[in-house]
């Protein structure tokens, strides 16, 4: 079983900064793309940004120039930098991982979120 615990969201103000990190662990044998998405009150949960393990990265549009993830792979860890924060980016974010576990099952596990909230 694959385990993925996120950390570091909180409430800060507009124009401020928050680093996400989300940790896998369990019975892995590879990460293929982490990434990291968001969901707002009413709203459909949204893919913010992703990244291959050769650290190819793509983002959505909105958060572009502002929020980088990265990748740790020896740790099986990924984060997201978020910069110049705006209200809009309110919303949990959640971690997920396509992982092929010791079993060679491929799946993609989630994690169970983090609030994000950004004041004005």
């Known amino acids: 079983q694959v385990q993925l615990v996120e950390s570091g969201g909180g409430l800060v103000q507009a124009g401020g900064s928050l680093r996400l990190s989300c940790a896998a662990s369990?019975?892995?044998?590879?990460?293929?793309?982490m990434a990291w998405h968001r969901q707002a009150p009413g709203k459909q949960r949204e893919l913010v940004a992703a990244?291959?393990?050769?650290?190819?990265?793509n983002y959505v549009d909105s958060v572009k120039d502002r929020f980088t993830i990265s990748r740790d792979n020896a740790k099986n860890t990924a984060y997201l930098q978020m910069n110049r924060l705006l209200p809009e980016d309110t919303a949990v974010y959640y971690c997920?991982?396509?992982?092929?576990?010791?079993?060679?099952?491929?799946?993609?596990?989630w994690g169970q979120g983090t609030q994000v909230t950004v004041s004005s």
């Open positions: 997920a991982a396509d992982v092929i576990d010791r079993t060679n099952t491929r799946k993609t596990s």
């Open positions: 369990g019975s892995i044998l590879n990460i293929f793309t």
């Open positions: 990244i291959s393990r050769g650290a190819v990265t």
